[in-house]
């Protein structure tokens, strides 16, 4: 069992940056995959970013790809997301989770945080 909380999340205007933390709990962290996810009202979740536990290979969706940044630090059971030139359409609640494989699916993981609200703001 692994126990997530994101932390980070808060109005922000549109241009601006942010860093989102997932503390972890519970069993090894480290041998964890790691992704991050948003869902805005109304809308389906959807996959941000996912790294393999060695930090070796990180995944991002197009949307976000060259303004976020997926990183994860095994001694202190944490992993982050750095988030730059936020824009409106990225205003969600951004959710991590962890499972054994790295993926895109949100159907692949089995354990994931409450979330944590971002909004952008025009």
């Known amino acids: 069992q692994v126990q997530l909380v994101e932390s980070g999340g808060r109005l922000v205007q549109a241009g601006g940056s942010l860093r989102l933390s997932c503390a972890a709990s519970?069993?090894?962290?480290?041998?964890?995959?790691m992704g991050w996810f948003r869902q805005a009202p109304g809308k389906a979740r959807e996959f941000v970013a996912a790294?393999?536990?060695?930090?070796?290979?990180?995944y991002y969706a197009d949307s976000v790809k060259g303004r976020f940044t997926i990183s994860r630090d095994n001694a202190k059971n944490t992993v982050y997301l750095q988030m730059n030139s936020l824009k409106p359409e990225d205003t969600a609640v951004y959710y991590c989770?962890?499972?054994?494989?790295?993926?895109?699916?949100?159907?692949?993981?089995?354990?994931w945080g409450q979330g944590t609200q971002v909004t952008v703001s025009s």
């Open positions: 519970g069993r090894t962290f480290s041998r964890y995959a």
């Open positions: 989770a962890a499972d054994f494989r790295a993926s895109t699916v949100v159907a692949a993981y089995d354990y």
């Open positions: 790294i393999t536990w060695t930090s070796s290979t990180t």
